[in-house]
């Protein structure tokens, strides 16, 4: 903790929470998540279908209202900006989209889909924002005569070059990734990577990486976040959470990644039964009807999330800080 | 003969040369240009490769369901258990060798294919029991009440509680539906069982609870499987061989050591280089570059060759052919033409 005044903290979120109305009730989409994140790192979100890792990304930018909680983007709380305010910090916050093929406007042209943050946010000069488009375009690894391509013209990967390329306009601090290689082959899939990873480099960039493939989250992270029905259950430095997961999910899923390696003798965890419905959730640990360590405090008091070693913070009865 | 005879009594699936092509008004779509694929009886065979590949063309011929405007493979045969589903017509054309009828009767009961979205698989007007109790009823001489009992069987094996054969299929979640999915290829009892991506579109313990109980059941009924997934961490853990796939052809095949020890192929070595290695985070991606190619419009000699990294000057001419470099493994690679260095990757 005395070390923390040295970090360089971007983005500093604090008991977010995003409940949905829904028929059966309310939909805890994410529940009181916390967490900060240093400038140039890259956090690593990652859970299964539904444990509000999306709704979480969308939240810190505001592109669903949150339905409390802060976030601090350097020092300055955004929850409470007004619009416009607001609008004037997108600049500086971006997003990815996961899919290529609907997050693009398919009758613009690559080059008016890259120039268009460059005209909201002022740049007059039509000479200046195509020269930018260039330097963009060249960035991300697109050939100068695609300028004129329409979006159903390319394949995912180029696609999702362009949104890197419009994400990158107006040389933002923060982009959240929202599964930004999921729709992608392999081999394009490494190539988009690699690509992100050299800007992280030349830009001093932080990222949000939303996943569900933790293989990648592994490779692409320094630190991870676990989310489970939306509670962060446990959150650590990438290596920390691979070598020595600590809670009883992050287990089984770790687990449960299929290696491309014949010779790996892992022992699996098989989780028994279905993620729980998040519409009203009991005040419980979430995960206690899959957990076979679960006790009756489990299943009547909600665990917060502690640090239970140096940066490794985990939410489970089970475990007491060292 | 009867050397041959017992051969041949060992193999469910046989597809030879099989050529697959979409013509459309300006440009022929080569689908698949020329395969052979054995699988022996209770054996799992996968089939990888990224979109494209044409591995789901692959498996949409031995069902006789290749879609419009093909409808049908250009050439080559595909026996299943012995039986012909093609043959070579006077002209040197290849056209079904079955009618219709027998082409119905085939599909769910000696092959059984699982899509990979359980979402748009099931019908969802209709109890999941309805559902499988229509395929036993169909290919089986049973009455509805017989029908029932056995949907209520399959949906116990699967494990969802038989009770829940009165349910539609909304009421279910991913992992479940693709549960109800397998039961309703299982239900009778199919030799052959054509997974495509059967895991692809759920989480990952989820999908781990599933390959779990597929393997249980392919021991259990002793089913040979083709198992289609670009996810090399399932091969790994479900396939006795392996068939690598790009743009329509097989361009690596062995078992599991062959392909994951002794990669030949500089395509299946891009595909592994590209995985990020979950052992080792440091590890920087090596992507294969560029793209896949046009199928309308593919290279003349290797498929690969613009992407490859070991391209010579004759992959740019000249197809490579199918070399052996043992009695398991097989490459089509330039790299191993005669007398040249065999262990080159």
């Not at chain 1, 004129?148 to 070059?161: I, K, M, S, T, V």
Request: with cysteine.
């Amino acid at each position: 903790m005395a070390n923390e005044t040295k970090r360089d903290i971007l983005l500093d979120v604090q008991h977010l929470k995003k409940y949905f109305n829904v028929a059966g009730g309310q939909l805890h989409a994410v529940d009181d998540v916390s967490f900060t994140l240093e400038r140039g790192k890259t956090l690593g979100i990652v859970g299964e279908s539904g444990c509000g890792k999306s709704t979480t990304g969308r939240a810190i930018l505001r592109l669903i209202e949150p339905t409390s909680g802060s976030v601090y983007f350097e020092g300055q709380d955004i929850s409470k900006l007004s619009k416009e305010e607001m609008r004037k910090l997108r600049k500086e916050i971006q997003i990815i989209f996961q899919d290529p093929f609907s997050s693009l406007n398919p009758r613009q042209t690559v080059s008016q889909t890259i120039e268009e943050p460059l005209k909201i946010h002022g740049m007059k000069n039509k000479a200046e924002r195509q020269a930018r488009v260039r330097e963009l375009m060249e960035t991300v690894g697109l050939a100068e005569r695609l300028a004129n391509a329409y979006p159903h013209e390319l394949d995912g990967g180029r696609r999702q070059r362009i949104g890197i390329a419009r994400a990158l306009a107006m040389n933002p601090k923060f982009i959240v990734c929202d599964e930004p290689v999921s729709a992608l082959d392999v081999s394009i899939q490494a190539q988009i990577l690699n690509l992100m990873k050299d800007i992280q480099r030349k830009h001093g960039i932080t990222y949000i990486f939303i996943t569900h493939d933790l293989s990648v989250v592994n490779h692409f992270s320094d630190d991870i976040a676990v989310m489970y029905l939306g509670r962060m259950v446990e959150k650590a430095p990438a290596e920390a959470l691979f070598e020595e997961p600590l809670h009883p999910y992050t287990k089984a899923l770790l687990s449960a990644i299929p290696v491309p390696n014949i010779h790996s003798k892992k022992e699996r965890i098989l989780l028994k039964g279905e993620v729980t419905s998040p519409i009203n959730p009991p005040k419980a640990c979430r995960f206690a009807s899959r957990c076979e360590y679960a006790t009756d405090k489990c299943r009547c008091e909600e665990p917060e999330l502690i640090e239970v070693k140096p940066d490794h913070f985990v939410a489970c009865h089970l475990l007491k800080k060292e | 003969m009867s050397n041959d005879m017992n051969k041949t009594n060992d193999v469910m699936l046989d597809i030879k040369n099989l050529v697959v092509e979409f013509k459309t008004e300006d440009e022929t779509v080569q689908a698949i240009n020329g395969i052979d694929l054995k699988i022996n009886k209770g054996k799992t065979h996968g089939l990888v490769g990224e979109t494209g590949a044409g591995k789901t063309t692959t498996a949409l011929s031995i069902l006789n369901l290749v879609p419009f405007p093909a409808e049908k493979p250009t050439a080559g045969t595909i026996e299943l258990d012995g039986v012909h589903l093609y043959k070579t017509n006077e002209k040197g054309e290849c056209v079904p060798a079955l009618t219709e009828k027998d082409y119905q009767s085939i599909r769910g009961e000696k092959v059984a294919m699982i899509f990979q979205d359980p979402m748009t698989a099931l019908n969802p007007i209709f109890t999941v029991g309805d559902q499988i109790a229509e395929s036993v009823r169909l290919h089986q001489n049973v009455d509805q009440a017989k029908a029932m009992e056995r949907a209520r069987e399959m949906l116990e094996l699967v494990g969802i509680p038989a009770k829940r054969a009165d349910d539609y299929p909304h009421q279910f979640s991913g992992g479940m539906k693709q549960r109800v999915v397998i039961a309703m290829a299982l239900a009778c009892n199919p030799s052959l069982l054509i997974a495509d991506e059967p895991t692809t579109a759920l989480d990952v313990t989820i999908q781990a609870q599933v390959l779990e109980m597929m393997r249980g059941l392919r021991d259990k009924f002793g089913t040979s499987v083709l198992m289609i997934t670009h996810d090399l961490g399932i091969i790994a853990e479900m396939c006795d061989e392996v068939s690598v796939m790009y743009a329509g052809r097989i361009v690596e095949y062995g078992n599991l050591e062959d392909i994951f020890d002794n990669t030949r192929h500089p395509y299946t070595q891009g595909l592994f280089n590209s995985l990020p290695n979950i052992e080792d985070r440091k590890a920087e991606l090596k992507p294969i570059r560029g793209l896949m190619p046009n199928p309308a419009d593919l290279p003349k000699g290797c498929a690969f060759c613009p992407r490859c990294d070991y391209a010579m000057e004759i992959c740019k001419t000249v197809r490579p052919e199918r070399k052996w470099l043992s009695e398991t493994h097989c490459v089509e690679c330039h790299l191993y033409d005669d007398g040249k260095d065999v262990s080159k990757l």
